[in-house]
C-alpha cells in the first residue's frame, strides 16, 4: 500500500529525517512516535506530496491519500452537511454524506453552521470527511486531538473498520492512537545530523 | 470543479463573504468624484472613463486577499492541493468565481455610474463592453497575485504593490476604448488589445498560480 525507501524530509531548507526505510500494507497501520518538532508533520506532508522529499522514494497507492491535517478545512459560514457534501464531490468517490455523518455521530447537527460546532465536534467533521473521500490510505497528523474519551474510542473503531476493509494508515500520534497491535516508528531514530556545524562554515572569513 | 465554483460563490454571498463589498466601493468611488471635482460637465466627461476603470480596478484589489488566504488559514488549500483534481484547474475556477462575483456586478452597473460622471451617451455601452472584456484579466492575475502572497500575514499591501503594476496594460487599454467610444471614434484596436491580455492571462496564469501555490505550501 505504501512502501518509503531511503526517505529524507527537510522543513524550511533544514533536514529533519534521513534514512527511513518503511511500508505499510493493506489492512495495517503505522504509528509515528516522536517528540514536538520531531518531523511527524513534515513526514505525512511530504507523503501526502505537499512538499518534496530531499532524497528517497515514496511509493502511494494509485487510488491517492486521504490527509487529515490539525487544520479540519471547514468553512464556517457553510453547515456541517454543506461543507462534506464538498469535500465529497471533489474527491469524487460518491461517498455518502449522511451516512458519513452518522458514522461520526453529527446527523443531528447536518444543518448547523460549521462555525457553531465545539471544537471536538469540528474535529470529528473533519475526520467525517476521510470517510467522504474513499481513499484507500489515511494519513492522519493528530487525529484524536481535542476528542473526548467516547469520541476517541469511537474514532478508533472508525479506523479499525477503514483497515479491516483493506485500507491502511499511517498515524501521527502523542497519545493513545486506539490501535495496540500496531506497529511504532519512534522518528527520534531517524534524525538527521545537523547539516555542517554553522560556526566553523565562517571560520576561514574570520582568520 | 463545478463543486468548488459552486462553495466559493455560495461563501461569497453568505455572512462575511463580501459579495457586494466590491460593487459598494465602486459605487462610493463615483459619487465621491464629482463631489471633489465638481459638477462642471466638461471636466468630469473628459476624466470619467480613467475614473470608472480606476474605481473598477481598486474595487476588485479589495477582495484579492480573501481569493486564497482563507482556504489556506483553515487547511482547504492543502487538501485541494491533495485531492484529485489539478491544481491549475483550482486556480482557474477560483479566479472565475472572483469574477462572477465582484467584475461581473461592475459590469452592470458601471454604466449607470458613468451617466452619474457625465459620460457621453455614446461611450456608456462601450464602457460596459470594455469591462466585460478586461475585468476577467483582473480577477486571473490577482489570483495569481494572491498565489504568490498566500503564506505572508497581512499580505495584503505586498500584494497590491505586486498586482497593481501588473494591471497597468488592461486600465490603459480599457480606458482607451471608452475614452474613443464617447468621443465617437473607431474603438476595434484597443478592444482587440484589451481581449488579448484577458485571453493570454487566462490562458497561462493560471499554470503559474499552481506552480506558486506549490511552492508557498512547503
Redesign the interface.
Given at each position: 500500500m505504501l512502501a518509503v525507501r531511503g526517505l529524507a524530509v527537510a522543513r524550511g531548507g533544514v533536514t529533519l529525517l534521513a534514512g527511513l526505510d518503511f511500508g505499510v500494507p493493506a489492512g495495517g497501520a503505522l504509528i509515528l512516535r516522536g517528540a514536538n518538532g520531531s518531523g511527524k508533520t513534515t513526514l505525512l506532508?511530504t507523503l501526502?506530496?505537499?512538499?518534496?522529499p530531499v532524497a528517497g522514494r515514496v511509493a502511494l497507492p494509485a487510488e491517492?491519500?486521504a490527509?487529515a491535517?490539525?487544520?479540519?478545512?471547514?468553512?464556517p459560514?457553510?453547515t456541517a452537511a454543506?461543507n462534506l457534501?464538498?469535500?465529497a464531490?471533489?474527491?469524487?468517490a460518491g461517498g455518502d454524506v449522511a451516512l458519513a455523518l452518522a458514522a461520526v455521530g453529527l446527523r443531528d447537527l447536518a444543518r448547523r453552521p460549521a462555525g457553531a460546532l465545539s471544537a471536538g465536534q469540528k474535529r470529528r467533521l473533519g475526520l467525517a470527511?476521510l470517510i467522504v473521500a474513499g481513499r484507500p490510505l489515511w494519513l492522519l497528523d493528530e487525529p484524536t486531538v481535542s476528542l473526548d474519551a467516547g469520541a476517541a474510542a469511537a474514532f478508533a473503531a472508525l479506523l479499525a473498520g477503514h483497515l479491516a476493509r483493506g485500507g491502511a494508515a499511517v498515524v501521527a500520534s502523542h497519545g493513545e492512537a486506539g490501535l495496540p497491535e500496531a506497529p511504532e516508528l519512534d522518528l527520534a531514530r531517524f534524525r538527521a545530523p545537523p547539516a555542517g556545524d554553522g560556526a566553523d562554515d565562517f571560520a576561514g572569513v574570520r582568520a | 470543479m463545478r463543486a468548488l465554483l459552486l462553495r466559493d460563490l455560495r461563501l461569497a454571498v453568505r455572512a462575511g463573504g463580501g459579495f457586494g463589498l466590491a460593487l459598494a466601493f465602486f459605487l462610493i468611488v463615483a459619487v465621491l468624484v464629482p463631489l471633489g471635482v465638481g459638477p462642471g460637465g466638461t471636466t468630469l466627461a473628459v476624466i470619467a472613463p480613467g475614473i470608472l476603470w480606476l474605481g473598477a480596478l481598486l474595487a476588485c484589489l479589495l477582495s484579492l486577499d480573501r481569493i486564497l488566504a482563507l482556504d489556506w488559514e483553515d487547511g482547504s488549500l492543502d487538501l485541494l492541493a491533495t485531492a484529485p483534481i489539478p491544481l491549475e484547474a483550482v486556480a482557474a475556477t477560483k479566479a472565475l468565481a472572483h469574477w462572477l462575483t465582484t467584475g461581473l456586478p461592475l459590469v452592470l452597473f458601471a454604466p449607470v455610474l458613468g451617466v452619474l460622471l457625465n459620460l457621453a451617451p455614446a461611450g456608456l455601452a462601450w464602457l460596459a463592453l470594455a469591462l466585460l472584456v478586461g475585468t476577467p484579466a483582473l480577477s486571473v492575475i490577482g489570483t495569481f497575485g494572491a498565489a504568490l502572497t498566500v503564506g505572508i500575514r497581512r499580505g495584503g499591501l505586498l500584494l497590491s504593490l505586486i498586482v497593481l503594476p501588473l494591471y497597468v496594460p488592461t486600465l490603459v487599454f480599457g480606458a482607451a476604448v471608452v475614452t474613443r467610444g464617447a468621443a465617437g471614434l473607431t474603438t476595434a484596436t484597443p478592444l482587440a488589445l484589451l481581449a488579448a491580455i484577458t485571453a493570454l492571462a487566462a490562458a497561462i496564469l493560471p499554470f503559474a498560480t499552481a506552480a506558486a501555490i506549490r511552492v508557498n505550501l512547503r
Open positions: 506532508r501526502a506530496g505537499l512538499q518534496p491517492g491519500v490527509y491535517a490539525h487544520a479540519d478545512a471547514l468553512k459560514v457553510l454543506e457534501a464538498f469535500w464531490a471533489v474527491y469524487g470527511r | -
